[in-house]
C-alpha cells in the first residue's frame, strides 16, 4: 500500500506560482512512476506532469515550460512547481502513484487550485 497527502493549494492570479507538495508514506520502492494528474471543471482527468525512478520526466503540452515536476528522495515527497499560472489551470490537482507490475495507481484527495484576478 501506499498513501498519498497532497498540500499546498490555493487561489493565485494569472500569472503567478504555486508549488504543490505530494507526502509519501508506505511501500515506495514497489512505485515506478510519480505522477500529477489535474481534473478542471467539467473535464476528465488528465495527466500534468511525470517523473521515473531513473529521473526521466514528461509534461503535457500545455504546462510545458511552466510546471517542474521533482521528487525529494530523503524527505520522500513530490513536488510540482508551477509557474505563470493561467485560469485555465484551474483545477483539482492529483498526485499518483503507478506500480507498472500489478497496473495499480494510487491517488491523492486532491488539491484545489484556483487561478483568478
Known amino acids: 500500500q501506499v498513501q498519498l497527502v497532497e498540500s499546498g493549494g490555493g487561489l493565485v492570479q494569472p500569472g503567478g506560482s504555486l508549488r504543490l507538495s505530494c507526502l509519501v508514506a508506505?511501500?515506495?520502492?514497489?512505485?515506478?512512476?510519480w505522477a500529477w494528474y489535474r481534473q478542471r471543471p467539467g473535464k476528465e482527468r488528465e495527466s500534468v506532469a511525470s517523473?521515473?525512478?531513473?529521473?526521466?520526466?514528461d509534461y503535457a503540452d500545455s504546462v510545458k515550460g511552466r510546471f517542474t515536476i521533482s521528487r525529494d528522495y530523503r524527505k520522500n515527497i513530490l513536488h510540482l512547481q508551477m509557474n505563470s499560472l493561467k485560469p485555465e489551470d484551474t483545477a483539482v490537482y492529483y498526485c499518483?502513484?503507478?506500480?507498472?507490475?500489478?497496473?495499480?495507481?494510487?491517488w491523492g484527495q486532491g488539491t484545489q487550485v484556483t487561478v483568478s484576478s
Open positions: 508506505g511501500n515506495i520502492a514497489s512505485i515506478n512512476t
Open positions: 499518483n502513484a503507478y506500480n507498472h507490475y500489478y497496473d495499480r495507481n494510487y
Open positions: 517523473i521515473t525512478g531513473s529521473d526521466t520526466t
